[in-house]
């Protein structure tokens, strides 16, 4: 089939970037939760 | 954090059914064949992108006359959600362009304001990178989202208003416009999914701007002490 390749090539690039963006929504969420962590043991030890 | 992942997992399935209709269910289109299968995906993320960003709009507005931290962590959220799906839009267009009119991308009323759409949020979500002081940036980018915002209708209408490359509209373009049955069914169904989609990606990073605002009140309380 003429253009196939162009359709896959449309509908894969459409799924990597929802999905590369869903796993760096992941990344960013448990870098931010490691800080809360760090900073929340910073604190306590401060008192 | 497993139902999200369980969530996550079911809208994926989700959506490839639905790519699986819009390749098998749906038929072949006449004149332009296969490559107007990425017309579900194409149509369907630039709606999706419009909705985005008219919750953004919203949620600006809502900070303006409220000052409500929350407005301001949906405003951005929907920003950069609606970003990711225009981005999808502006790579699957000149994909399906390029057997259809020979060239990749030309600069007409669509495909111009449609890049200029994506620029503007690229300048929204870069104008709260360089303000450090949280009213101020949430204030300055709320004013500048709505100003962001003039460009979706002109985005939609531009078809209507301006003789264009881009094709007249085939959904509520008025008479002989419109799609044979099943060539309907798979697009709603797309749409649905990446609405779907939508939801999940806008609640995640929802979540993720509200934990930043927590480490960054945990910081100035480090700093103080």
Redesign the interface.
Known sequence: ????D??L???L???A???V??IS??Q??ST??E??ER??A??TK?K | MLKSTVKAIGLFVLIAITAYLAFYYAPIEKSMGVIQKIFYLHVSSALTSFLAFGICFYANLRYVFTRQQKADWLGVSAAEVGLAFIVVVLITGPIWAKPVWGIWWTWDARLTLTFVLGLLYISYLLLRSMIEEPEKRALFSALFGIFAFLDVPLVYFSIRWWRTQHPQPVILGGPGSGLEPRMRVSYLLMWGALTGLLILLLSARYRLEALRASVEDLRREAEVR
């Open positions: 089939m003429k253009n196939l162009s359709v090539a449309a509908y690039a459409g799924w970037i929802f999905f963006y869903y929504i992941s960013r969420m931010l939760r800080e809360v900073l929340k910073l604190l401060g």
